[in-house]
C-alpha cells in the first residue's frame, strides 16, 4: 500500500523560505550603497544631509522612545486601545544604549539626544559592572558618549579599556 505525503511531512521536508527580506543586513547594505550612488552621481541629497522619509520616520520613532522610555511594538493600531495588538515595554539599558547609538550613526546631533532622555549620573563601579562593559563593548562596539545615558561613567569606561588612559593618550 502507498502512503500519500500529508501536508505536514511536506512543510516538515520544504526548505523554509525568509519571509521578510527587507529587513535582512545585505538587503539594508544594498539600499543604502544604492541611494550613495544616486546622490553622488545625481548631485542630490546627500551633501545636504537630508535623510529620507523611512529614515526620518525611524529617527523620530527612537527619540520618542528615548524620551517615552517604552519601546512600541509594533500592531494594529496607533492608538494602542484594548484589543488593538499593541503593548509597550520599558526600555532595559541595553535598548537606550541601541537607539542612541543608531541616533548617532544617522546623524543626529548628542545636544538634541540630551533633550530627548536625561543623562543619568555615574554611579561608582559595583562589582562585575567593568567586565560587562569590556564585554558588551567588544561585542556592540558602541560609541564611548553613549554609555552616558545608563549611568556609566569614564572611570569604568577606561577601566574597561573602552576609553584610552591619559598615560596612553601621552604617548602617542
Do not use: C
Amino acid at each position: 500500500m502507498v502512503r500519500k505525503k500529508t501536508t505536514a511531512s511536506r512543510a516538515a521536508s520544504a526548505p523554509l523560505a525568509p519571509l521578510n527580506r527587507r529587513g535582512s543586513p545585505e538587503a539594508i547594505e544594498k539600499r543604502v550603497a544604492a541611494r550613495l550612488f544616486n546622490d553622488v552621481l545625481g548631485g542630490g541629497r546627500a551633501s545636504a544631509g537630508k535623510l529620507d522619509g523611512r529614515t526620518e520616520k525611524r529617527r523620530q520613532r527612537l527619540l520618542r522612545e528615548l524620551e517615552l522610555g517604552t519601546q512600541v511594538q509594533v500592531g494594529s493600531t496607533p492608538s494602542g486601545g484594548a484589543g488593538s495588538g499593541r503593548s509597550s515595554r520599558e526600555l532595559k539599558p541595553l535598548d537606550v544604549l541601541q537607539r542612541v547609538q543608531q541616533l548617532l550613526d544617522l546623524g543626529e546631533p548628542l545636544a538634541s539626544i540630551r533633550k530627548a532622555v536625561k543623562v543619568k549620573k555615574p554611579q561608582p563601579a559595583a562589582d562585575g559592572v567593568i567586565d560587562v562593559v569590556e564585554r558588551l563593548h567588544k561585542a556592540y562596539s558602541f560609541r564611548p558618549e553613549v554609555y552616558r545615558f545608563v549611568g556609566i561613567g569614564e572611570d569604568v569606561l577606561r577601566s574597561a579599556g573602552v576609553l584610552e588612559s591619559e598615560g596612553k593618550r601621552r604617548r602617542r
